[in-house]
């Protein structure tokens, strides 16, 4: 969005041209960190709540790790988000081990705890993404199901 108003205004003239790899390189670190704990516990357990997950949280459904790009990652700073979609670790490896340890581990921890807070005044996961959507002035991702026509008894087709 910012691209797009940045273009459309003519700013992207005006602003550095390394600007963008001035943030990532507050964001990213040269070398991997070691592994630490990064994601709180609160941080599944609410997620284990808001989705009616019944396993285990250390056998968390897959699928979270999209809920932790959306309403982490790309709130975090969608520059950083994209870059790190791009430039995933070798295998075994976590995004977070990417960011340096001073700034980008730092934000990173801190975002999760603003999204484990907004977790608990809401009811359903969707009520989540909506509000941190709000939040962060982000469009909550809209899911589209797409069902097939029913036909009724007379064999008209109907939803």
């Known amino acids: ?79 950083v988000a994209e870059w790190l979609k791009k430039n995933k670790p070798p295998p075994g490896l976590k995004w977070h081990q990417q960011l340096t340890e001073n700034y980008g581990a730092r934000k990173l921890v801190s975002r999760c705890y603003e999204i484990v807070g907004m977790s608990k005044i809401c009811n359903s996961i969707r009520e989540l993404r909506d509000r941190v959507a709000e939040h ?10 797409y069902l097939p026509k029913r036909k009724t008894p007379d064999g008209e087709a109907a939803n």
Request: hydrophobic letters at 40%.
């Open 136 to 145: 962060y002035g982000k469009e909550a991702v809209q899911l589209t199901f």
């Open 1 to 79: 969005m910012i691209a797009l108003v940045d273009e459309a205004t003519g700013y992207q003239y005006e602003r550095a041209e390394d600007a963008l790899q001035i943030k990532l390189r507050a964001f990213i670190a040269d070398e991997l960190r070691a592994w630490e704990k990064t994601f709180p516990d609160e941080l599944w357990e609410e997620f284990g709540r808001l989705t009616n997950w019944q396993g285990s949280l250390r056998h968390r459904p897959k699928w979270w790790g999209k809920l932790v790009t959306e309403l982490i990652y790309e709130t975090l700073d969608p520059d």
